[in-house]
């Protein structure tokens, strides 16, 4: 696939947060169009450029509106690492973030030997709402001392896709501890030559909730010397009153990120990037970055409208 930029001519840069006033936000269409260009600073480690009234023109891939959403039907699951049958508590959580929840799902045992019926989801016309809170006190031997509960989705193993645009739009909570995100990453837990395959990662959104006025984009590309990454944190005036649109456009070349369709960062797709990821949102609490979960905080819900992806007409 040619890069979506060529024969364009002036510098990408910067932050703008208008809403892209030709789009309707509230639906994913089947055919999309958005602009390109970053107004302000000059992006990080590019050269190549595009005119400021540049557009692309995309396909879409991949819906889901909520409109049915049953818990551990596709296109989604509730745990990490699909390529490993057993389901651990170690894959419902990130241990190496110290986060204190544990994903859950109805069909969960847990340590146990029987489902646990413990279900963080919710749908009400068309939203699905995930919602983080204290485990029920039946629960907890068989938790393994975690003491909270909330909700992971991910496509790993139903839809993976190299390239295009993906798009959540979400309405996010806050509180002290809640850290919900929209993120990729690639689906084989080991590289070829038996090494742990993470990277890479794109974080779309990332939001910490006793931090409401913003939000942070990361991408990252190596473990050595330390996590390789390059990420902004940029300003979310209402993020948790109304649903926003956050999303990435990401190509050969470079790995664009959009607020309500308007792009605002923009950096040099990573050599380890070519690569199909799969879609990730979850509702983690409390971790090494935005700190303990706060109990007055919960219950918590992370609601989502839909969640969209779109390809290149080349691809």
């Given at each position: 696939?040619?890069?979506?930029?060529?024969?364009?001519?002036?510098?990408?840069?910067?932050?703008?947060?208008?809403?892209?006033?030709?789009?309707?936000?509230?639906?994913?269409?089947?055919?999309?169009?958005?602009?390109?260009?970053?107004?302000?600073?000059?992006?990080?480690?590019?050269?190549?450029?595009?005119?400021?009234?540049a557009?692309?023109?995309?396909e879409?891939?991949?819906?889901?509106?909520?409109t049915?959403?049953?818990?551990?039907?596709?296109?989604?699951?509730?745990?990490?690492?699909?390529?490993?049958?057993?389901?651990?508590?170690?894959?419902?959580?990130?241990?190496?973030?110290?986060?204190?929840?544990?994903?859950?799902?109805?069909?969960?045992?847990?340590?146990?030997?029987?489902?646990?019926?413990?279900?963080?989801?919710?749908?009400?016309?068309?939203?699905l709402?995930?919602?983080?809170?204290?485990?029920?006190?039946?629960?907890?031997?068989?938790?393994?001392?975690?003491?909270?509960?909330?909700?992971?989705?991910?496509?790993?193993?139903?839809?993976?896709?190299?390239?295009?645009?993906?798009e959540?739009?979400?309405?996010?909570?806050?509180?002290?501890?809640?850290w919900?995100?929209?993120?990729?990453?690639?689906?084989?837990?080991?590289?070829?030559?038996?090494?742990?395959?993470?990277?890479?990662?794109?974080?779309?959104?990332?939001?910490?909730?006793s931090?409401?006025?913003?939000?942070?984009?990361?991408?990252?590309?190596?473990?050595?010397?330390?996590?390789?990454?390059?990420?902004?944190s940029?300003?979310?005036?209402?993020?948790?009153?109304?649903?926003?649109?956050?999303?990435?456009?990401?190509?050969?070349?470079?790995?664009?990120?959009?607020?309500?369709?308007?792009?605002?960062?923009?950096?040099?797709?990573?050599?380890?990037?070519h690569?199909?990821?799969f879609?990730?949102?979850?509702?983690?609490?409390?971790?090494?970055?935005?700190?303990r979960?706060?109990?007055?905080?919960?219950?918590?819900?992370?609601?989502?409208?839909?969640?969209?992806?779109?390809?290149?007409?080349?691809?």
């Amino acid at each position: 696939m040619q890069a979506f930029l060529s024969g364009c001519a002036a510098v990408l840069a910067g932050v703008i947060f208008a809403s892209a006033a030709f789009a309707d936000l509230t639906e994913p269409p089947q055919h999309l169009v958005i602009p390109l260009a970053v107004e302000g600073a000059a992006p990080e480690e590019m050269t190549e450029t595009v005119t400021s009234d540049a557009t692309v023109r995309l396909e879409r891939t991949f819906l889901d509106d909520f409109t049915t959403f049953t818990p551990g039907a596709p296109p989604w699951r509730h745990l990490f690492d699909r390529k490993y049958s057993d389901d651990t508590i170690e894959r419902r959580t990130l241990g190496d973030n110290k986060e204190e929840q544990v994903y859950v799902e109805p069909s969960f045992t847990g340590t146990g030997d029987a489902p646990l019926g413990l279900n963080p989801y919710a749908t009400k016309d068309g939203i699905l709402r995930i919602t983080g809170s204290k485990a029920p006190k039946d629960a907890l031997p068989f938790l393994d001392g975690y003491r909270y509960i909330s909700g992971l989705l991910t496509t790993e193993g139903h839809f993976e896709q190299q390239y295009g645009f993906f798009e959540a739009r979400v309405r996010v909570p806050k509180g002290q501890g809640i850290w919900p995100a929209f993120w990729m990453k690639r689906a084989a837990r080991l590289a070829p030559d038996g090494t742990p395959n993470w990277p890479p990662e794109i974080d779309i959104m990332e939001f910490i909730g006793s931090e409401p006025d913003k939000y942070f984009v990361t991408v990252h590309w190596d473990l050595a010397p330390d996590n390789q990454k390059s990420g902004a944190s940029y300003p979310l005036l209402d993020g948790t009153e109304e649903f926003r649109n956050f999303g990435v456009l990401w190509d050969e070349n470079r790995t664009v990120f959009y607020l309500d369709r308007v792009p605002h960062h923009v950096v040099e797709t990573k050599s380890n990037h070519h690569v199909p990821m799969f879609m990730m949102l979850n509702l983690a609490l409390g971790g090494k970055w935005p700190g303990r979960i706060f109990a007055g905080a919960l219950p918590a819900t992370f609601e989502v409208d839909w969640v969209a992806a779109w390809q290149f007409p080349q691809q």
